[in-house]
């Protein structure tokens, strides 16, 4: 059965492979199609889509935005932009960029006033994305030996209202949606589950698809057979397609394998199909 991965990240974002190393990696697992959705940015579409043209692969340009619904923090994967839309994503992300930047400052500061020695520029240092994040302070944590794995850094030292990371203000949900809409590409609610409830999905998924919302992920690296099949379920109740991905982060996330995830994670190269027609439409 061909398979493709519609949920991967590269050094552009918190990855670890460049984005010709994804496509490449892709074609030796022997995917037929790979998107790149690096967190906030368009800025690696370039090389990727060119790099997808050296390769027995099809590369599918996209990005993932951080979001807030009422409170909480959402991603929304956008597939399918054309080139010439990618500066108007940089453009939309550029007060978002701004609110992480200053989210970014207070978080360093905060850790080198309880007596850390961290510094803005050692988190910049580990990523070409415009900013950096939690997963990059937290490598540079390890490598100082303050914690014994990124885990432990993001269950304590990074933890939301707990540790010493501030959250930046983020883009609206439902506008974001509107955005990937307006530009053509196809609107996808990443990882579901992972921050809302069932409840919570149901409450927002009439909204989200009033908006435009084309599609639920229903295969992600983390979810069990029960929670994909939950999935599925909110997929066929609100007349959505069905989307999924690894989330690969490469050596960031040593334990999530392009493509497979865990090991079990397999996604139906027709999602890649579906989503595709729907962006022609």
């Not at 069932?198 to 909204?207: A, I, S, V």
């Not at 397609?241 to 996604?267: E, Y």
Request: glycine share 8%; with cysteine; proline share 3%.
């Amino acid at each position: 059965m061909k398979t493709c991965d519609l949920h991967t990240h590269s050094t552009f974002s918190d990855g670890t492979f460049t984005p010709t190393e994804l496509v490449s990696y892709a074609a030796e697992k022997g995917l037929s199609a790979v998107a790149l959705t690096d967190h906030n940015t368009s800025k690696g579409l370039s090389e990727f889509m060119e790099a997808g043209r050296n390769y027995h692969v099809i590369t599918v340009p996209g990005c993932e935005f951080t979001t807030d619904y009422e409170g909480t923090e959402l991603h929304i994967v956008g597939l399918f932009f054309a080139e010439e839309t990618w500066p108007e994503i940089e453009d939309y992300l550029e007060l978002a960029h701004i609110a992480k930047q200053t989210s970014n400052t207070k978080m360093i500061n905060n850790f080198r006033a309880a007596g850390y020695d961290i510094t803005y520029e050692e988190a910049a240092a580990l990523t070409e994305a415009e900013d950096f994040n939690r997963a990059h302070v937290a490598r540079v944590l390890l490598a100082k030996g303050y914690v014994s794995s990124v885990k432990e850094a993001f269950d304590t030292l990074l933890k939301e209202g707990d540790g010493f990371y501030v959250p930046a203000k983020r883009l609206g949900a439902l506008a974001t949606i509107r955005f990937i809409k307006m530009y053509g590409a196809a609107a996808i609610l990443a990882h579901p589950f992972l921050n809302l409830t069932y409840k919570g999905l149901t409450e927002f998924l009439p909204l989200a698809k009033e908006a435009g919302l084309d599609a639920i992920e229903t295969r992600y690296s983390m979810f069990d057979e029960k929670t994909t099949e939950k999935a599925i379920e909110l997929a066929q109740r609100f007349g959505l397609k069905q989307s999924g991905g690894s989330d690969f982060h490469g050596k960031a996330k040593p334990d999530i394998d392009l493509g497979n995830g865990r090991g079990t994670l397999s996604v139906p190269f027709s999602f890649y199909e579906s989503l595709r027609l729907e962006q022609k439409e």
